[in-house]
Protein backbone atom coordinates (compact mmCIF):
# COMPACT_ATOMS: atom_id res chain seq x y z
CA UNK A 1 0.00 0.00 0.00
CA UNK A 2 1.61 3.33 -1.19
CA UNK A 3 0.70 6.25 1.00
CA UNK A 4 -0.57 9.24 -1.33
CA UNK A 5 -0.18 12.79 -0.07
CA UNK A 6 -2.44 15.67 -1.18
CA UNK A 7 -0.73 18.16 -3.30
CA UNK A 8 -2.89 20.86 -1.74
CA UNK A 9 -2.04 19.40 1.70
CA UNK A 10 1.85 19.85 1.14
CA UNK A 11 1.42 23.12 -0.56
CA UNK A 12 -0.31 24.36 2.79
CA UNK A 13 2.17 23.02 5.10
CA UNK A 14 5.28 24.26 2.86
CA UNK A 15 3.13 28.25 3.03
CA UNK A 16 2.92 28.05 6.59
CA UNK A 17 6.20 26.97 7.71
CA UNK A 18 7.54 30.14 4.81
CA UNK A 19 5.22 32.11 6.61
CA UNK A 20 7.06 30.90 10.32
CA UNK A 21 10.05 31.36 8.96
CA UNK A 22 9.82 35.20 7.52
CA UNK A 23 7.88 36.32 10.89
CA UNK A 24 10.69 35.21 13.16
CA UNK A 25 13.42 36.73 10.52
CA UNK A 26 10.88 39.86 10.68
CA UNK A 27 10.69 40.05 14.97
CA UNK A 28 14.47 39.16 14.79
CA UNK A 29 15.49 42.26 12.84
CA UNK A 30 12.66 44.09 14.55
CA UNK A 31 14.24 43.69 17.82
CA UNK A 32 18.06 44.16 16.56
CA UNK A 33 16.22 47.43 15.51
CA UNK A 34 15.33 47.70 19.28
CA UNK A 35 18.72 47.12 20.86
CA UNK A 36 20.20 49.72 18.45
CA UNK A 37 18.07 51.81 18.67
CA UNK A 38 18.14 51.65 22.64
CA UNK A 39 21.83 51.34 22.63
CA UNK A 40 21.91 54.90 20.17
CA UNK A 41 20.17 56.75 22.98
CA UNK A 42 22.04 55.74 25.72
CA UNK A 43 25.23 56.47 24.25
CA UNK A 44 23.63 60.06 23.66
CA UNK A 45 22.32 60.45 27.26
CA UNK A 46 26.22 59.53 28.29
CA UNK A 47 28.16 61.96 25.88
CA UNK A 48 25.63 64.38 27.57
CA UNK A 49 25.63 63.44 31.02
CA UNK A 50 29.93 63.17 30.66
CA UNK A 51 30.58 65.47 28.20
CA UNK A 52 32.22 62.90 26.42
CA UNK A 53 31.88 62.09 22.60
CA UNK A 54 34.28 59.76 21.58
CA UNK A 55 32.25 56.78 20.04
CA UNK A 56 35.14 53.95 21.51
CA UNK A 57 34.47 54.96 25.02
CA UNK A 58 30.36 55.41 24.98
CA UNK A 59 30.27 51.83 23.68
CA UNK A 60 32.70 50.64 26.43
CA UNK A 61 30.53 52.67 28.74
CA UNK A 62 27.23 51.15 27.60
CA UNK A 63 29.10 47.56 27.61
CA UNK A 64 28.93 48.04 31.39
CA UNK A 65 25.44 48.85 31.47
CA UNK A 66 26.33 52.55 32.43
CA UNK A 67 23.79 55.22 31.82
CA UNK A 68 23.46 58.78 32.33
CA UNK A 69 21.73 57.96 35.68
CA UNK A 70 24.71 56.36 36.41
CA UNK A 71 27.80 58.04 35.03
CA UNK A 72 27.84 59.89 38.37
CA UNK A 73 29.51 56.77 39.81
CA UNK A 74 32.00 56.65 37.12
CA UNK A 75 33.83 59.27 38.64
CA UNK A 76 34.12 57.37 42.04
CA UNK A 77 35.51 54.71 40.01
CA UNK A 78 39.57 55.60 41.26
CA UNK A 79 38.10 55.91 44.82
CA UNK A 80 36.85 52.18 44.86
CA UNK A 81 39.76 50.89 43.03
CA UNK A 82 42.08 52.44 45.22
CA UNK A 83 39.96 50.88 48.09
CA UNK A 84 40.40 47.40 46.91
CA UNK A 85 44.17 47.78 45.62
CA UNK A 86 45.27 45.52 48.32
CA UNK A 87 42.81 42.81 47.55
CA UNK A 88 40.18 43.90 50.74
CA UNK A 89 38.15 47.35 51.18
CA UNK A 90 38.68 48.24 54.90
CA UNK A 91 35.46 49.95 56.74
CA UNK A 92 36.71 52.56 57.04
CA UNK A 93 37.51 53.02 53.53
CA UNK A 94 34.31 52.20 52.52
CA UNK A 95 33.25 55.24 54.63
CA UNK A 96 35.92 57.32 53.01
CA UNK A 97 34.58 56.27 49.57
CA UNK A 98 30.57 56.51 50.36
CA UNK A 99 31.95 59.86 52.22
CA UNK A 100 33.66 61.06 48.75
CA UNK A 101 30.25 59.98 47.16
CA UNK A 102 28.07 62.47 49.27
CA UNK A 103 30.35 65.65 48.26
CA UNK A 104 30.31 64.62 44.90
CA UNK A 105 26.37 64.80 44.67
CA UNK A 106 25.81 61.35 44.37
CA UNK A 107 23.06 60.96 46.89
CA UNK A 108 21.94 57.35 48.61
CA UNK A 109 18.62 57.52 46.63
CA UNK A 110 20.61 57.43 42.96
CA UNK A 111 21.36 54.89 40.82
CA UNK A 112 25.10 55.76 40.85
CA UNK A 113 24.47 55.40 44.74
CA UNK A 114 23.50 51.59 43.79
CA UNK A 115 26.18 51.18 41.41
CA UNK A 116 28.72 52.33 43.85
CA UNK A 117 26.91 50.04 46.55
CA UNK A 118 27.75 46.64 44.39
CA UNK A 119 31.30 48.23 44.05
CA UNK A 120 32.10 48.17 47.52
CA UNK A 121 30.48 44.91 48.18
CA UNK A 122 32.79 43.35 45.63
CA UNK A 123 35.86 44.35 43.89
CA UNK A 124 34.79 45.08 40.41
CA UNK A 125 36.16 43.71 37.13
CA UNK A 126 38.92 45.10 35.23
CA UNK A 127 36.76 46.68 32.62
CA UNK A 128 35.33 48.64 35.12
CA UNK A 129 39.03 50.36 35.47
CA UNK A 130 39.64 49.95 32.07
CA UNK A 131 36.42 52.20 30.72
CA UNK A 132 37.28 54.63 33.69
CA UNK A 133 40.80 55.17 31.94
CA UNK A 134 39.26 55.79 28.71
CA UNK A 135 36.54 57.76 30.01
CA UNK A 136 39.56 59.63 32.02
CA UNK A 137 41.29 59.99 28.92
CA UNK A 138 39.00 61.30 26.46
CA UNK A 139 37.63 63.47 29.23
CA UNK A 140 41.43 65.17 29.74
CA UNK A 141 42.08 65.07 25.95
CA UNK A 142 38.77 67.94 25.89
CA UNK A 143 40.33 70.20 29.05
CA UNK A 144 42.90 72.80 28.88
CA UNK A 145 46.11 71.96 30.67
CA UNK A 146 45.31 73.78 33.71
CA UNK A 147 41.59 71.85 33.87
CA UNK A 148 43.63 68.90 33.06
CA UNK A 149 45.63 69.55 36.18
CA UNK A 150 43.21 70.48 38.50
CA UNK A 151 41.32 67.25 37.55
CA UNK A 152 44.21 65.34 38.32
CA UNK A 153 45.08 67.05 41.78
CA UNK A 154 41.62 66.47 42.50
CA UNK A 155 41.60 62.70 42.06
CA UNK A 156 44.68 62.24 43.42
CA UNK A 157 43.89 63.73 46.87
CA UNK A 158 40.49 61.71 46.69
CA UNK A 159 42.26 58.81 46.29
CA UNK A 160 44.79 59.28 48.83
CA UNK A 161 41.99 60.19 51.34
CA UNK A 162 40.41 56.67 50.64
CA UNK A 163 43.96 55.17 50.90
CA UNK A 164 44.89 57.02 54.52
CA UNK A 165 41.69 56.03 55.39
CA UNK A 166 42.71 52.65 56.58
CA UNK A 167 46.43 52.69 56.76
CA UNK A 168 48.72 53.93 59.86
CA UNK A 169 47.69 54.84 63.34
CA UNK A 170 44.02 55.55 63.47
CA UNK A 171 43.77 55.12 60.05
CA UNK A 172 46.14 58.44 59.36
CA UNK A 173 49.15 58.70 57.40
CA UNK A 174 50.21 55.00 56.06
CA UNK A 175 49.84 54.31 52.47
CA UNK A 176 50.42 50.71 51.50
CA UNK A 177 52.49 49.90 48.22
CA UNK A 178 49.67 48.46 46.51
CA UNK A 179 47.44 51.72 47.23
CA UNK A 180 50.24 53.95 46.29
CA UNK A 181 51.21 52.01 42.76
CA UNK A 182 47.06 52.20 42.29
CA UNK A 183 47.44 56.25 42.34
CA UNK A 184 50.30 56.40 40.65
CA UNK A 185 48.02 54.42 37.39
CA UNK A 186 45.25 56.59 38.22
CA UNK A 187 47.22 59.83 37.97
CA UNK A 188 49.10 58.17 34.47
CA UNK A 189 45.49 58.16 33.04
CA UNK A 190 44.62 61.87 33.39
CA UNK A 191 48.46 63.10 32.43
Do not use: C
Amino acid sequence: MTSHTDPHVLADRKRALEEQFFARQERELVERVHREAAAKERRANLAAASGVHDAAVLDRLVDLDLDGATIAALGLVPLVAVAWADGTLEEREREAVLRAAGEAGVSRDTASYVLLESWLERPPAPELLAAWKDYAGALAASLGAAERESLRREMVSRARSVAEAAGGFLGMGKISDAEEAKIAELERALS
